[in-house]
């Protein structure tokens, strides 16, 4: 995905089919509407998450250089899988001989007994407006597909996390009933694209046998795609072949993460549908797509690995932690020139660290310019690979994720010319601009007529639209793609908009512009400055800001005007909800109280 031709324009999208009364004014999605004949007065379109592949989102930027977590272990437990040659005789037997071309899926006998645990999602998403913090957008109608599926003994209702992103209700059809049941959501994984939920009527429940999760396929094995995609309203089954396996970037949590690419066709509502083998186990989630002018039937499917680690997470934290990481920027070592200069011999392979992010736990145990040279005992090629199954070599960080947040890896790293063995501790490090927030509400805070709030994604995505890695204002998208955080709670606070009011006079023109000090103080994050605004007792509130710029206002006047701007310009509150809760106080009641 990464060299596409200028000439050919490709995007992974997200499918969902959507209803909706009239398309919201600025999605946090990237929409594009395919319509089918209409029902009435309605139409349905499709919702899409489309990202270029040129420059879409940071996982794939940064997919020579990073350590994304890609994968999670089909055993589910704190263990790596056997899932490297030569490290387990049975595994390379059962792989040797499995080299064939399995048989055809027929889906009118071997796949009809395995529909009814296959349910049509319908869900009701009301999105926050990131560029007016305070508002959501008008709600929307999308409608996806699920399955009944049973892991360790429990039953479980699995859909995509896209399908219930920022749900306000979520109901399920089941195949030949007239009934919808609701549903409730236990867990979103942002990552790896999946959500997990449940039905409390019993009814619901009652025929269903959920699927089991079979193992990871191979390639030109049969596979089938269940779900209720656009084109009609009942069961639709589409057939193909595994294309590829290999670490892909999922669009929706900009996280690269182990996927199967397939040709069997997955459109606009296929979404959280399970992927059959041709033994009739559930082999994946379809959840995205590559479509273009020169792309025909490139699915992808989100594998049981990868399933399985999420609910293990979920069972082990009762929610989402998510995939682990070292933390770490790397590069290639396939120049001679290069690994001479770092005191490497020639049959000595491994990436060279360039840069350590100090929030994660590798932090202390790593440092730039050593040289990684194996993982857990898999040797690490010059190249970022290591041997996967046979015959095929994957990225390393496919090693790295099938672990858990917190559990302890060892590390073999050539230091100065000398080796040397580590343990250190995966952590989820902080990025400094967020791809996604986990479906929590943005934060901000007004002072007089300045709005702030912080910078990530999905904010750049409302105020630039689909083209903010274009766009949006240089220092924003360096401190996306290359900047790194020095403490785990910073952030890149930003001056969004300056409301109209007397206060604020003169400073209307800015805006989007990154707030560095408040009266010589640093800011650390959103939090720290509402902390140091609410306590300020100077005659003046000076806000230093990106590129020289300065916005300075009479702390009477702010307290004065601050009631006024809320207002009018119809402010329910002057700060974020997590805000609220932290106990601060804004305006102070004396002012208030002097107003009245």
Known sequence: HQNVSKSISFRLTINVSQRQASPPSSSLFQAKSFCRAPLSSLFFSERRQSVQTA??????????????????????????PPAIRGESPEFDEEYTSHEQIHPTIEPTRSLVSFMDAVVKVFCTHTEPNFSLPWQRKRQMNSTSSGFAASFQGQRCLLTNAHSVDYHTQVKVKKRGDDRKFLAKVLSIGVDCDVALLDVADETFWEGMTPLELGPLPHLQDSVAVIGYPIGGDTISVTAGVVSRIEVTDYTHGSTDLLAIQIDAAINGGNSGGPVFNAAGECCGIAFQALVGDSVENVGYVIPTPVIQHFLVDYQRTGGFTGFPALGIRWQRLESDALKRAFGMTPEQKGVLVRSVNPTSHAA????????????DDVAVASDGTVPFRTGERIAFSYLISTKYVGDVCKLKVLREGKELELETRLSKPHSLVPPHINNKDPGYFIVAGLVFTTVNEPYLLSEYGANYMTDAPVKLLERMFHGTPQFPDEEVVVLSQV???????????????????FNGTTV??????????????????????????????????????TPDVMESHSVPHLMSKDLRESGLVWPPKSSKSQKK
């Open 524 to 561: 650390r994050n959103l939090k720290h400055l509402a902390e140091l605004v609410t306590a300020c007792s100077e005659k003046y509130m000076r806000f230093e800001m990106e590129y020289n710029e300065l916005v300075v206002l009479e702390t009477p006047e702010a307290l004065a005007a």
């Open 364 to 375: 202390s145990a790593l440092r730039k310019d050593d040289v990684v040279m194996a993982f």
């Open 55 to 80: 420059a879409k989102g940071r996982g794939k930027q940064h997919a020579s250089n990073s350590d994304t977590p890609a994968h999670e272990s089909p055993q589910a437990k704190h263990r790596r």
């Open 499 to 517: 409301l109209a009011c007397d206060a604020t006079l003169g400073y209307e023109d800015i805006y989007n512009v990154q707030v560095q000090r």
